[in-house]
């Protein structure tokens, strides 16, 4: 059973760049989130989607932006890039019938230069 | 809004040792707390969740508990290892918001 797997692993952008992170969901699951961890920090909430529909959003600019496909598997778009964008950027999925227990793919790096 | 501290930042401990890291989180409203592990440069490995109903929960050396009415749960490690330094999360999932509120994590070392 394939858990969260994400991709790329790492990206180097440059500033004003546009990136796409993707992210394919637990078997089973069909609720997608997404968080942003700047070094030393907790991860933060970018925003959560299901059903296609993004249904919650965190404190995060509009130029990120993302999407989730008939399959369950889900983009997340940021335009624009700045310096402080550069952040380890995971993906978690859950089954919103269960326990919302949250299971978190290893992470895209991205270093914005 | 809810906000959720962990205490201490940091921990170094010599091995066999018994540990407390605490979190604590000031809106009680939850649906569920969870306790994450995380290797540097790593994704989070789910650990132990604990419903709002329940008052703790144990896995193996680990054992976390849960004080809704003081905004407080408590994952203890039982004779720690090396292999258990790592930094460890809490996250909390607030009724009707639809996403986790973590901590900024305590990182844990233990010295062979």
């Known amino acids: 059973d394939a858990g969260v797997t994400q991709s790329p692993t790492h990206l180097i952008k440059t500033r004003g760049q546009q990136v796409t992170l993707r992210c394919s969901p637990k078997?089973?699951?069909?609720?997608v989130s997404w968080y942003q961890q700047a070094l030393g920090q907790g991860p933060q909430f970018i925003f959560q989607?299901?059903?296609?529909?993004?249904?919650q959003r965190g404190n995060f600019p509009d130029r990120f932006s993302g999407h989730q496909f008939p399959n369950y598997s889900s983009e997340l778009n940021v335009n624009a890039l700045l310096l402080g964008d550069s952040a380890l950027y995971l993906c978690?999925?859950?089954?919103?019938?269960?326990?919302?227990?949250?299971?978190f793919g290893p992470g895209t790096r991205l270093t914005v230069t | 809004k809810q906000e959720v501290t962990q205490i201490p930042a940091a921990l170094s401990v010599p091995e066999g040792e018994n540990l407390v890291l605490n979190c604590s989180f000031t809106d009680s409203a939850i649906y569920n707390l969870q306790w994450f592990r995380q290797d540097p440069g790593k994704g989070l490995t789910s650990l132990l969740l604990?419903?709002?109903?329940?008052r703790e929960q144990t896995s193996g050396r680990l054992n976390a508990s849960l004080d809704k009415s003081s905004g407080r749960s408590t994952l203890y490690i039982a004779a720690s290892q090396p292999g258990d330094s790592a930094t460890y999360l809490c996250?909390?999932?607030?009724?009707?918001?639809?996403?986790?509120?973590f901590g900024t994590g305590t990182r844990l070392k233990v010295l062979a």
């Open positions: 078997s089973g699951h069909d609720t």
């Open positions: 996250a909390v999932y607030t009724s009707g918001t639809y996403k986790y509120i």
């Open positions: 989607y299901y059903e296609e529909e993004e249904r």
């Open positions: 604990i419903q709002s109903s329940q």
């Open positions: 978690a999925s859950s089954f919103l019938q269960g326990s919302y227990e949250q299971y």
